[in-house]
Every structure is written in structure tokens, then in C-alpha cells.
């Protein structure tokens, strides 16, 4: 009998495995020899079908947007041309993959949407298939397999540039939630021994941990014996939040310090209530200054 | 995810209760040398000696592994809590919070997993636990 | 089992200072002698010293609160006192927050917390 639970998802771009993403896309050696066979046909008509896509891009305003000048169409396109090549004829490497995933990494940070990416290769599919089929009208039964080789490493090509949209913007995230923590949260000394604490913005659980690490510093540095927690600057205060304020509180205590909460409203208050907090084990005051008040006499005995 | 083998790692045997202070010391001096802040140090000690302690408590003896790990370019701090004992028989209980036969509040599991970032447990009864837990750098 | 901590008595308090880390064993022992000298010294509070460590754990967690519960059940106050920034925040995520036990921040203000009855 094997129980696993809890289980954190081991992830599945840890070393990218090219034979196993092969086999999943259900490519071969015989695929890329197949779309080989499409190079000259496609080497023909490639650079109209990219004129034809940005004529049909550039007349959407929202899109002509990512382009700064002629200049910077002209490099994009080239790039575009090089991309196609390489999907009918490179070899499918870690330097391939790489390449994709650069490609993928710089549109989602110059904000070309997985719409505007999918799209732009469906028109070149669509426009391509339609000239192989055309071209080669006279042997349909050659000519689609080739094409389904040509999906088959374009769909691959697509996911790679997904996973790293997707990569790219936890990246993202995460930076954004490293700056947030590293906001100091000001500790500010009232008087000896009492602390004031104005807590403002969002408290994720990331900034949760930073406040209470700031705080119990705080509380060492200045041999505190009464915080206040003022959280009139909080911009929602749900269970998750109160439980971090709670934390925040029993952890100050644990240094043998009171702690009073104040500027909590009343949608605050029941978000408390409903984490098991009562009024009992929490010191709460309406406003600053009686939570100031508060603490002082907490203070004096 | 690839083992940092460069930045060292240990491996405790834990048959006594003093080899509890002795892994978890080992794994705050690792998460030091690799550059965890002072209050990851004391949460990375703090999830091995609950764990360890685990295995002192329900198996008698075991190992704990600290292994320095990379994920995507994330540096994390693997915990292995391994042993052959008598296994969790009710898993989901052992994870709830003050569910405990030894003397000790009964948050050891999931007192750790709080603390860690990612944590897996897998047993079997008759066979043992082992215990996998990360902390990532930065989070 | 060796005495790993000594127990100070100042006036009618008694102050057991941790110096190091303590193995399971050593603070039940401690645990023992504590009781034992509140009632040989009928002391009226007793200060347990945590400023050394850099870990409370769980099970040492327990074992100061039962420390405190039996030294309460012999007319007495036990206060905590010294629990560092970093051992404090580990405690609250690990879900100990040692409700029924006084704590302070130093030495200092624990005897006073004391003298304050």
C-alpha cells in the first residue's frame, strides 16, 4: 500500500527532454525529411506571405502599436522569414529549442499576446497549405504528408513558445513580488517602548512574513513593549490577511510584547470574527489615537 | 530540478535525540553558506528538527538528507526524512494539526509543511516514511 | 544525566538561563529540577532564560508550556523570557504561540513582569 499525498508537482520543464517531447508530438526523422520536400515551394513564396500578414497586421492600430518605424518592421520581418525557414529545414536541437524559447521570452516581454503569435503563424499555415496544395494539385496524396509533418513541428514549436510565456511571466511575478518585499515596512518608535507600525497596500503572504520579520526586529532594536498595528492603509483585509496579522501579533507576543490592531472597519472585523479571533485575545481600538492610548496603558501594567 | 552538488550537502543518521540538534545545526550552516536570510535559517533548523524528531519518535532511527537544489534557476534547500519504520497508518490525520501519540503539540508534519515551500510525504505501513520538503530561496 | 543548566535564585525567584541547545533528555531534566526547586525554595516565580537559543521547536515548545502549567500548579509564575526575532517568527509558522504562558522580552522585564505580580 503507497499513499502519497501533498504532493508538489514535480515540474515538467526541468531539463527540457527533447526525445521525450518528440515522441509526445509524434516526431520523426521522416517528418523533417518531409517538410525538406516543401523548402523550394516555401523559400518561394515565404517573403509575400510575411508582406501580406503585416499588411494585414499593421492595419490594426492596437497591433501597429509594437512597431516603432519602418526600420523596426523591416528587422521584425527578416526574423519572421528566418523563423519559417528554420521551422521546414533546421535541425530540431537544444540549440532549436533555445532559440525558441528566446523568441517565445521576448514576446511576452514586448507584449505580443499568444493570440497575436498563434495567429500570425495560422496565416502563414493556412496561406502556405493553400500554395502546396495548389502547387502540387496533381499528387494530393504526396502533398499531405507533408503537410502533416509541417503541423506536426509547428504545433511543437507553438508549445515551446507557450511554456515559455508562461515561464516568462511567473519570472515576472516573482521579481515583482521580491521588490514588493523588500518595501521596507517603516517601524516607527512613538515613544520609548511603544512602537507604531502603518501597515499599507496589499499584505500577501509574502509581505505578511518580510512585516513580521521588520516588526520583530523592531521590537528587539528598540526593546519595545507595546506595538501598534494601524491597518486604515490595508486595501482588503480577507481571512488569509487577518490570519497574517494574527501571526504577526501572537509573534510579538511570543517577545513578551502587547500588540493593539487599530483602523479596522467593519468588513475587518468580521473577516476577524470569522477566523476564530475574538475580541478577548486580540486588543483592538477604533482609531489610532485610542489605540495609541491602548498601549499605553497595556504598557504601564 | 538539478542537485547542487558544488554548494555541499550532508547526510545526519538520527538514532538519538541528540542527533536532532546535530542535523538541524548542520542544515542552518548550509542554508547559511548559501545565502538564506537569518529568519530561513531558523525556519529551514526549525522543519528538520520536527523532523527528525519524527523519526526518533515513530522509528527509532532513520537519516535526515540536506541537499542544495536548483529549479529553473531557483536555488532551494532539499530535506530528506528518511526511515524504515513503522510507517503512517492514517496519513491525512498525521497531517492534521494537533494529531499527535508522541508530546509534542502533534504539529510536527504539519508544522513543517507550513514552514517549507514544497512537501511531499510518502509511506507505507510496515515499510517506513520518507519525508521530502524544499524550501525555495527568495519566497 | 548531567545538569546542563544552572538554576540562579534571586530573592524569592529562580532563573534557569539555556545556554545551549538542549537535547530532548535535558529538558526533561530541566523540567524536573525547576519543580523541584520551586517547592524547595517556595518560590513565587521562576524565569526560564531562551535568549541563546536559535530554535524552539516544537517539542521543546511543549515542554515550556507544561513547565509553566506545573509550576502554575504549585502557587507559582513561570515567564519565558529571551525568545529571539527569528525563533519567535519560526514558532507562529510552525502554529506554537504559547497562549497561556507570560512571556517578556528580557531578563529585565520579566523580574519586573514578576515584581508586578
Redesign the interface.
Same mark, same amino acid.
Given at each position: 500500500m503507497l499513499e502519497i499525498i501533498a504532493s508538489s508537482a514535480e515540474d515538467a520543464r526541468d531539463g527540457y527532454d527533447l526525445q521525450k517531447a518528440m515522441k509526445w508530438f509524434d516526431l520523426s526523422p521522416e517528418d523533417r525529411d518531409r517538410t525538406m520536400q516543401l523548402g523550394e515551394i516555401s523559400e518561394s513564396v515565404a517573403e509575400a506571405i510575411i508582406e501580406a500578414f503585416y499588411e494585414h497586421l499593421l492595419s490594426d492600430p492596437v497591433a501597429a502599436q509594437h512597431f516603432h518605424g519602418p526600420d523596426h518592421v523591416e528587422k521584425v520581418k527578416a526574423g519572421q522569414l528566418r523563423y519559417f525557414r528554420e521551422l521546414i529545414s533546421a535541425e530540431l536541437d537544444d540549440d532549436y529549442i533555445a532559440d525558441r524559447r528566446r523568441i517565445g521570452g521576448i514576446h511576452e516581454r514586448t507584449g505580443v499576446t499568444p493570440t497575436l503569435y498563434i495567429g500570425a503563424y495560422a496565416f502563414y499555415l493556412n496561406r502556405l497549405a493553400t500554395i502546396v496544395l495548389d502547387r502540387m494539385k496533381e499528387e494530393p496524396d504526396s502533398a499531405f504528408p507533408l503537410l502533416l509533418s509541417l503541423f506536426k513541428f509547428a504545433h511543437f514549436d507553438m508549445a515551446l513558445a507557450l511554456e515559455t510565456y508562461v515561464d516568462t511571466r511567473e519570472e515576472t511575478i516573482r521579481d515583482r513580488e521580491r521588490e514588493l518585499s523588500e518595501l521596507p515596512t517603516p517601524v516607527l518608535q512613538l515613544r520609548p517602548g511603544l512602537l507604531l507600525i502603518p501597515v499599507v497596500g496589499t499584505l500577501d503572504s509574502f509581505r505578511a &512574513?518580510a512585516l513580521? =520579520?521588520q516588526l520583530?526586529?523592531g521590537?528587539?532594536a528598540h526593546?519595545?513593549?507595546a506595538v501598534v498595528l494601524d491597518i486604515t492603509g490595508v486595501a482588503a483585509v480577507d481571512s488569509a490577511v487577518a490570519n497574517h496579522l494574527i501571526?504577526?501579533m501572537?509573534?510579538? &507576543?511570543?517577545?513578551? =510584547?502587547r500588540s493593539v490592531l487599530t483602523g479596522l472597519s467593519a468588513e475587518v472585523a468580521q473577516s476577524l470574527v470569522k477566523v476564530g479571533v475574538t475580541a478577548e485575545?486580540l486588543q483592538t481600538a477604533g482609531d489610532l489615537e485610542s489605540g495609541i492610548e491602548l498601549a499605553d496603558r497595556l504598557m504601564a501594567? | 530540478m538539478q542537485v547542487e552538488g558544488a554548494l555541499g550537502g550532508d547526510i545526519q543518521a538520527i538514532r538519538r535525540?541528540?542527533d536532532?540538534?546535530s542535523a538541524?545545526?548542520s542544515g542552518?550552516q548550509i542554508a547559511e553558506r548559501m545565502g538564506y536570510s537569518?529568519?530561513d535559517?531558523?525556519?529551514i533548523?526549525?522543519a528538520i528538527?520536527?523532523l527528525a524528531?519524527n523519526i526518533?519518535n515513530y522509528a527509532g532511527k532513520g537519516e535526515i538528507e540536506i541537499t542544495p537544489v536548483r529549479r529553473r534557476g531557483r536555488m532551494g534547500l532539499r530535506i530528506i526524512a528518511r526511515d524504515h519504520g513503522p510507517g503512517i497508518e492514517d496519513l491525512e490525520r498525521a497531517m492534521a494539526?494537533g494529531f499527535s501519540t508522541g508530546?509534542?503539540?502533534?504539529?510536527?508534519l504539519?508544522?513543517?509543511k507550513?514552514?517549507m515551500d514544497d512537501f511531499d510525504v510518502v509511506t507505507a505501513v510496515g515499510e517506513g516514511v520518507v519525508v521530502t520538503a524544499i524550501k525555495w530561496m527568495g519566497r | 544525566m548531567s545538569s546542563r543548566v544552572p538554576i540562579l535564585r534571586q530573592g524569592d525567584v529562580l532563573i534557569a538561563s539555556i545556554q545551549e541547545?538542549l537535547?530532548?533528555?535535558d529538558i526533561l531534566d530541566l523540567q524536573l529540577r525547576i519543580l523541584e526547586e520551586v517547592i524547595r525554595c517556595r518560590a513565587s516565580g521562576v524565569i526560564v532564560d531562551v535568549s541563546a537559543l536559535?530554535?524552539?521547536?516544537?517539542?521543546g515548545?511543549?515542554s515550556l508550556s507544561d513547565m509553566a502549567q506545573a509550576v502554575r500548579l504549585r502557587g507559582s509564575r513561570l515567564v519565558i523570557?529571551g525568545?529571539?526575532?527569528?525563533?519567535?517568527?519560526?514558532?507562529?509558522?510552525?502554529?506554537?504561540?504559547?497562549?497561556d504562558v507570560a512571556?517578556?522580552?528580557?531578563l529585565d522585564?520579566?523580574l519586573a513582569?514578576l515584581e508586578?505580580g
Open positions: &512574513r513580521t =520579520v520583530l526586529e521590537i528587539r526593546r519595545a513593549r501571526q504577526t501572537s509573534a510579538a &507576543r511570543l517577545m513578551g =510584547v485575545k501594567g | 535525540d541528540a536532532v540538534i538541524r545545526q542552518r537569518r529568519p535559517q531558523a525556519l533548523a526549525t528538527s520536527e524528531r526518533v494539526d508530546n509534542s503539540f502533534g504539529l510536527g504539519p508544522g513543517a507550513r514552514i | 541547545e537535547s530532548d533528555g536559535d530554535v524552539l521547536d516544537s517539542f515548545s511543549r523570557v525568545i529571539q526575532p527569528d525563533v519567535a517568527y519560526s514558532m507562529v509558522l510552525l502554529g506554537v504561540t504559547l497562549p512571556t517578556a522580552l528580557d522585564r520579566g513582569l508586578a
